[in-house]
């Protein structure tokens, strides 16, 4: 099966489940439309969802383009950098030109960064937080959801290692975002107005995050 977008032919996957109660759309890495479903599901009730969805599956498209395209280059702390495969040992940053060791496990390079940069601004931005909070620990790993997670019960801040990809605001603010669940585990306007008094840009940094 295929589906017209733009002037432009995607591929189809059905896959019919008999445990499946509903029906669920996702766009992969390659662009293949993959449709899961109940397995009494009929091909012309798939095809009229297609045609309902073009909207949200024109979406999902632009999203993994956006994040196939970014695959392309090497991030951090907000810089993009073009990649050049070497022989070193080590990531080397220059201007605008990211070199890197062929076969490097980058996710262990990065989170080797993100462990002195994140604790420096995590001790940082508590220092300045406007209430008495215990002082959490730190842990970091990537989240395909969620930028940060506080477990208020061990004392523990949870870090998206992507973070470590966007600027340093970036991360202030989900570290503020997290220890004001110390305060209030929910997201009410009382969360969001303390965030607010300790982050007074949270709203920019949001809409940047979101739109990325």
């Not at 449709?35 to 009229?48: E, F, G, H, L, P």
Request: hydrophobic share 35%; net charge positive.
């Amino acid at each position: 099966m295929q589906l017209r977008i733009n002037n432009k032919l995607y591929k189809v996957e059905v896959i019919k489940k008999r445990t499946t109660k509903n029906t669920y759309i996702r766009v992969k890495e390659d662009l293949t439309i993959y449709i899961t479903t109940n397995y009494y599901v009929s091909d012309k009730k798939i095809v009229k969802l297609l045609d309902e969805s073009i909207s949200s599956i024109t979406k999902m498209i632009e999203k993994m383009e956006r994040k196939n395209e970014k695959k392309k280059y090497f991030y951090y702390l907000g810089n993009k950098y073009d990649i050049v495969y070497t022989n070193n040992k080590d990531v080397i940053l220059g201007e605008n030109k990211a070199f890197i060791p062929k076969n490097m496990d980058i996710d262990k390079w990065y989170k080797k960064q993100a462990s002195i940069i994140f604790k420096e601004r995590l001790d940082y931005n508590y220092s300045i937080y406007n209430k008495r909070i215990p002082y959490p620990s730190l842990t970091i790993r990537k989240m395909t959801s969620r930028w940060g997670v506080c477990n208020t019960k061990l004392k523990r801040v949870t870090l998206n290692l992507e973070l470590i990809k966007k600027e340093p605001i970036c991360l202030d603010y989900v570290i503020i975002h997290e220890l004001t669940h110390f305060i209030y585990q929910d997201h009410s306007k009382n969360f969001w107005n303390l965030v607010e008094e300790n982050f007074p840009s949270c709203k920019k940094v949001r809409k940047l995050m979101k739109e990325e």
